[in-house]
């Protein structure tokens, strides 16, 4: 039972935050505010459920085989990524390349001059 | 025996989801096994070797995207879930989140912002088209966060997943050395850039290869873009006056 447990959690947090974010017609995926709905949850209650932890975890680590069926879809779009296909590829290089510098950067600096702070 | 009894075999199964549940497992699991060959190489991701295998036998066996879905759609569906099972990581690190929040925080909204300008800033200087723009513009997000957002300003949700995709692997490629030219030897640091800018597979690539620190700080920044970039990208495109 507590694989039906941890998934019936999962996915009444899901379904609420679908109802929440069509409610009110916010531009957040239902599944994200599904998270911060457990998130919140877990606050209050203090502790992760074992169900809901082997659950949770098992889907976590496949999380990179959920990927597959979505990004077999890039054989529809071959002729929007032709079209593209330069922008997109300097894009991809480019921007991830800026980003990780960017963020590294911000991050090392705050962190270091907080350690300094304390020390 | 019959040969015609064969071709009745194929149509049965080509028609039936069983067979693409079957074959996505069985190409996941080969992929896996070719990069643990490999030596783990971040060049051959098992996701995007998996993929080209998949489109690969699609092609070679003439069936469309839409009829693989009905199969594949099994394994899809559990992205929803997924993403909600993200406040579990979320959660286990709140006392180290509540230390650090304030330089977490920072750091996430200007890596956000960044990868967000870069995206588009670039893409719009090399001429890419509107559904391409707004597809490319999450693409830092792990995939089911990305899908949804994508659909939301006007993208096109697979192609967003497959680019978030191509950015978890090249960000694998590109981290370690960026680290190495800005000189960034804390892992909690190194984690978390990785889990920004290449989500999952940046999670996954500090777990194997910058130790358990770095890839709890990665998960956790994984968690917090995606829920951060959801509620800011939908502003900054309104904004650029792209939505």
Not at chain 1, 68 to 74: H, M, R
Not at chain 2, 58 to 69: E, I, S
Request: net charge positive.
């Amino acid at each position: 039972m507590p694989l039906i447990m941890g998934m019936s959690m999962l996915l009444a947090c899901q379904m609420l935050g679908e109802l929440v974010a069509r409610g009110l017609g916010v531009s957040i995926p239902g599944p994200v505010i599904g998270m911060v709905i457990l998130l919140a949850s877990l606050m209050v209650y203090g502790k992760v459920p074992s169900s809901l932890r082997s659950t949770g975890e098992g889907l976590l680590r496949y999380l990179t085989l959920l990927f597959v069926p979505a990004g077999v879809g890039l054989m529809v779009h071959g002729a929007l990524i032709g079209a593209d296909f330069w922008p997109i590829v300097i894009t991809l290089f480019a921007a991830t390349a800026v980003t990780l510098a960017v963020t590294g950067w911000v991050l090392a600096r705050l962190q270091g001059r907080r350690a300094r702070r304390s020390s | 025996m019959k040969v015609a009894a064969l071709d009745q075999l194929w149509v049965y199964l080509s028609g039936n989801p069983l067979l693409s549940l079957l074959v996505t497992l069985l190409a996941f699991q080969l992929a896996v096994r070719v990069n643990r060959a490999l030596g783990g190489t971040p060049l051959l991701h098992p996701v995007t070797l998996s993929i080209a295998l998949l489109i690969g036998f699609l092609l070679l066996v003439d069936m469309d995207y839409a009829t693989y879905f009905e199969g594949a759609q099994f394994i899809h569906f559990l992205l929803g879930p997924a993403t909600v099972a993200l406040a579990i990581p979320l959660y286990d690190h709140r006392e180290r989140v509540r230390r650090l929040l304030l330089p977490l925080l920072v750091a996430c909204v200007t890596g956000i912002v960044t990868a967000v300008a870069s995206t588009l800033g670039l893409a719009m200087l090399f001429g890419a088209r509107h559904e391409t723009l707004m597809s490319l513009a999450p693409r830092s997000v792990t995939s089911p966060i990305a899908m949804g957002i994508a659909e939301q300003i006007g993208g096109i949700p697979s192609l967003a997943a497959g680019l978030v995709l191509l950015t978890g692997s090249i960000g694998c490629i590109l981290g370690p050395p960026i680290f190495r030219l800005l000189r960034i030897t804390d892992p909690a640091v190194q984690g978390f850039t990785m889990g920004l800018a290449a989500h999952g597979f940046g999670t996954a690539h500090s777990f194997a290869r910058l130790g358990a620190v770095a890839g709890a700080f990665s998960g956790l920044s994984m968690g917090l873009t995606g829920l951060l970039t959801a509620f800011l990208l939908p502003l900054i495109t309104r904004l650029l006056g792209l939505g």
